[in-house]
């Protein structure tokens, strides 16, 4: 089934005159490498905040406000990636708002 939806996902590519993935420019194919490593990066810079809340059992001076609307950024964000068949985005953006959900829930037991 992998094979058959990456062959539909090539050939709709193809038919709309996107770019090729992985592009044939060595700069472009390095920013698309980039990309997936600043998802990582951002999911794993956000879970020390969680942690510090949990762990200290206190949210002094952490803004609900803030979270929330990461979270919800979060949430469009990974819609448009489901929309948009593009797992990197909706895989960062999935975990992005588990992680800011779980900060949200801790301020809410300990701000």
């Keep these: 089934m992998t094979q058959v939806m990456h062959h ?9 005159k996107h770019e090729k993935y992985p ?3 060595k700069w472009k194919r390095l920013l698309d490498d980039l990309m997936f490593v600043a998802g990582i990066i951002l999911v794993i810079m956000t879970i ?6 949990w762990s200290l059992k206190s949210a002094v001076g952490v803004s609900l406000l803030t979270w929330i609307t990461y979270f919800f950024v979060a949430v469009i964000s990974a819609i ?4 948009h068949e593009e797992k990197p985005i909706l895989l960062t953006h999935i975990s992005l708002a588990v992680v800011e959900l779980v900060i949200i829930v801790g301020i809410a037991l300990y701000g």
């Excluded at 448009?80 to 929309?83: A, K």
Aim: charged share 20%.
């Design 8 to 16: 539909i996902n090539k050939r709709k590519r193809i038919h709309q």
């Design 23 to 25: 592009h044939p420019n």
């Design 48 to 53: 020390p905040q969680a942690y510090t809340i």
């Design 80 to 83: 448009y990636g489901f929309v």
